[in-house]
């Protein structure tokens, strides 16, 4: 599998994500535009199709880069970050993934995600905003395992934490490359407790192996106000 060429297809927008100063609308229109923002989420659910394998929850994969050393902003970031596409089933995850590129391959500063369909891999996303991350740090040549090991055990529900996993992210850096999974909530120490033992099961980490935890407040304390960059720390 890892010998095979592989690209990866990105949308050239960011699927609406920006919130845009159009001025004070009427309260009617603001009621319209509600419908049909519900509408437009119904219309855009993925569904496993007859016959296929169906995941518990449905999940989005993103692809985010940019360029070390510029300013960074939320802006930025929200510019930066693409949707590759949703999936409900085995089937369709085994889709996407096939015509990936894998972590190993890619260059420069470089971000998958895969989170739950309607939780964006920001900080500042309800899902995420009390919550946090484990983070491990990898010399070159370990992420595209322990990334698909990662990913395989968070869809099979191998974490056994009801529905505190929000997702999963690999960056890609110059000297070295990070995993990190996500939980809503950063207080409940049982709970991550948990997905920390079963990160080092599924990944097959030696003994040693430095582990941190890390919450999103005090991720966005010390950003400062640069940009929300999964796997930054």
């Given amino acids: 599998m890892d010998g095979c060429d ?39 659910m993925v569904v496993p199709a007859a016959g296929e394998h169906p995941l518990q929850y449905n999940y989005t994969f ?8 510029r300013p960074a902003s939320t802006q930025s970031y929200e510019q930066n970050i693409k949707q590759i596409g ?40 309800d899902a995420n905003k009390m919550g946090g991350k484990w983070i491990i740090r990898l010399r070159k040549g370990l992420a595209s395992r322990c990334w698909e090991n990662l990913i395989l055990a968070m869809l099979g529900e191998q974490f056994m934490v009801g529905e505190e996993i929000c997702g999963a992210v690999v960056s890609v850096r110059f000297q070295e490359d990070i995993i990190s999974i996500w939980n809503k909530t950063a207080s409940d120490q049982s709970t991550t407790a948990r997905i920390r033992d079963t990160l080092r099961r599924v990944l097959n980490l030696p003994p040693n ?23 930054e720390c």
Avoid: C, N
């Fill in 6 to 44: 592989r690209t990866i297809s990105l949308k050239d927008d960011d699927s609406g994500d920006h919130d845009q100063d159009q001025g004070t609308p009427k309260d009617s229109e603001t009621e319209r535009t509600e419908d049909e923002d519900q509408s437009l989420s119904k219309k855009k």
């Fill in 62 to 69: 993103w692809y985010s880069r940019r360029t070390p050393g």
């Fill in 86 to 125: 949703s999936f409900a089933s085995v089937e369709q995850f085994w889709r996407f993934y096939s015509h990936m590129i894998r972590p190993g391959d890619l260059t420069g500063h470089s971000d998958f995600h895969i989170f739950k369909e309607g939780i964006k891999p920001m900080w500042e996303d």
């Fill in 209 to 231: 192996t430095i582990m941190e935890y890390k919450t999103h407040t005090d991720s966005i304390k010390y950003s400062m106000g640069r940009l929300p960059w999964t796997g």
